[in-house]
């Protein structure tokens, strides 16, 4: 039987990672976005706390977007986005919250966006959810300083993903004018912040915008 060890990761760059590197570590691979973040990954973190007792790092990545005008946006949509967006970063964190506390020791990054600083046209839910995870990592920050466990929070701005490729050009367009750095991000800038803040020990409740200067 494989374990992840014997796995090999792609990045974005196309660079080949053996996870045969990362042996004896703990590892949380997580891409949960479905029914409020309660998805059968919950049952594969359970046994990866059973097998090795702590995990060191969490990654709140999971997100979607809804688009549309606020007069035409139904409550759905607004769930929908809030609940996955939202609600499963709460649930994911409470999940390794009591074990890192008990540990004295971890790390959480929730990815929120310069949408949730700044708001968009056409994106009220996504905004909200985007915002309340900024509320929700300083607050959580607040109550786990003292076990050492950090909490911070990326705010990606217009980074070339499978999300905005499905962007009209005239979009794009109007996006790149507003960004001071006159290009577009790419996922290794949000992958290299990720690790920075995975491997501070003295920061916590911040939001790190990688954005070129949008949102200044």
Same mark, same amino acid.
């Given at each position: ?11 974005p760059s196309g660079e080949l990672v053996r996870l045969s590197q990362f042996a004896g570590?703990?590892?949380?691979? /997580? %891409?949960? +976005?479905?029914?409020?973040?309660? #998805? ?5 973190? *359970? !046994? ?10 969490? /990654? %709140?990545? +999971?997100?979607?977007?809804?688009? #549309? ?5 139904? *409550? !759905? ?28 020791e971890g790390a959480i990054i929730n990815m929120s966006s310069v949408v949730g600083l ?99």
């Open positions: 039987m494989q374990k992840i060890y014997d796995f090999i990761a792609q990045r570590k703990v590892l949380l691979i /997580v %891409n949960t +976005a479905s029914k409020c973040g309660f #998805t059968p990954q919950f049952a594969g973190l *359970e !046994e990866l706390y059973q097998r090795y007792g702590q995990i060191d790092v969490l /990654v %709140n990545n +999971a997100g979607i977007t809804q688009d #549309t005008l606020m007069l035409k946006m139904t *409550e !759905e949509d607004f769930e929908k986005v809030i609940k996955i967006n939202l609600t499963g970063a709460f649930n994911m964190t409470q999940a390794v919250l009591k074990q890192m506390i008990k540990a004295r700044m708001g968009n046209i056409g994106q009220a839910n996504y905004a909200a959810s985007k915002a309340g995870l900024i509320g929700f990592t300083k607050s959580v920050a607040r109550e786990v300083a003292n076990r050492n466990v950090r909490v911070n929070a990326l705010a990606p701005g217009m980074i070339e993903s499978d999300m905005t490729a499905v962007l009209s050009d005239k979009v794009k367009e109007a996006t790149l004018a507003q960004i001071p750095m006159k290009h577009f991000g790419q996922a290794e800038h949000i992958a290299d912040a990720t690790v920075f803040l995975a491997g501070q020990d003295y920061l916590t409740g911040q939001v790190l915008a990688v954005d070129g200067g949008l949102s200044m």
